[in-house]
């Protein structure tokens, strides 16, 4: 289906969300909701077609005043000038419609589960690992986003061994979802008296937020084992068998929580847990599909592939994906110029998105 023609079906498809909407869909609360969200999601691509429309047939109307030998010299002259400016706009309007109509990934507008591991490299990695999850910190409080620890376990000396938190606002998971995989340092450590320079890694998963209609998990499909919580070398923190672990039989998936004193807690964290890994399953087996047809995986969000190396003697951030290096590694661990990697990298993932979408449109023709 060429450009002219997935406009029009837009248009059709908005008229009829409209019609059924005022025609009775109201009695069903559900249904209007969907419908409601759905003509929401397409009222600025409609805004765009119109405003291109209207470009299109001013153009017509000023050709048809140049092409009037009865058009004075003067007006002519402005008429080809506002004609020569409204063409050089239309490929910029074309192109952000087609943005508009690239497939939505039905998770961006998610919260997300962060997850942070230390990875090679013993008490540096867990170091890293710190500072990775300090800038997401500062990253969520840039986007005015609240985080919820569900489970940690630290170093005692300022590393983290893992940690999962739960990140709730505006379009968290559209913007971190390409965090997923391994992110690589390259500095001396505080304990290295020879000022060698060490490599270590964390590694980094960003699980979109499930809701129970998302993903249903049949009671049958769980076995839940409660145990008693126990801190750094085996000492009770605990009086009581809260600690829950909870594994999904058909998947093998295992999740413990320990964190929460009562019982009830750590099950419904691990359960929130449980729903984004079976989710992102689901999501992952969906886009190795799509993505076997196209070069580039930006968004795999392969948690074994490195993605990133922050290089501190340098002062630079490499993403490996793209190629994109920022000698800003301060501003970046500080949350102030992450935005900069995520907005190239989501441009990266549009094109190779529209690319494919034109090669699939010669193909057809």
Known sequence: MNLAASLDAVL??????????????????GEFARLSKE?????????????????????????????????????????????LDLKSGIP???????????????ADAKNAILEVRAGTGGDEAALFAADLYRMYQRYAEKHGWSMEALQASDTGIGG???VQVS???????????YESGVHRVQRVPETESSGRIHTSAATVAVLPEAEEVDIAIADSDLRIDIYRSSGPGGQSV??????????????????????EKS????????LKILRARLYEAERAARHAERAAARKSQVGSGDRSERIRTYNFPQGRV??????LTLYKIDQVLAGEALDEIVDALTAHDEAERLAAVGEEASAAD
């Open 263 to 270: 019982q009830h807690k750590n099950k419904a964290k691990a």
């Open 39 to 83: 003509y929401a999601d397409l009222e600025p691509v409609v805004a765009g077609i119109r405003a291109l429309k209207a470009a299109q047939a001013e153009m017509a109307d000023l050709a048809e005043l140049i092409a009037d030998p009865e058009t004075d010299a003067e007006m002519r002259e402005m008429a080809e000038a506002e004609f």
């Open 12 to 29: 059709t498809r908005h008229d009829e969300i409209e019609a059924q909407m005022a025609a009775g869909a109201a009695g069903d609360p």
């Open 318 to 323: 490499t993403d490996h994906r793209i190629g």
């Open 167 to 177: 990140i709730t606002g505006r379009n968290v998971f559209s913007r971190l979802k």
């Open 160 to 162: 983290i061994k893992e």
């Open 92 to 106: 910029e309007m074309e192109l952000r419609l087609q943005r508009l109509l690239l497939p939505k990934d039905e």
């Open 238 to 259: 605990n009086t009581t068998d809260s600690a829950v672990r909870i594994t999904h039989v058909p998947t093998g998936i295992v999740v413990a929580i320990q964190d």
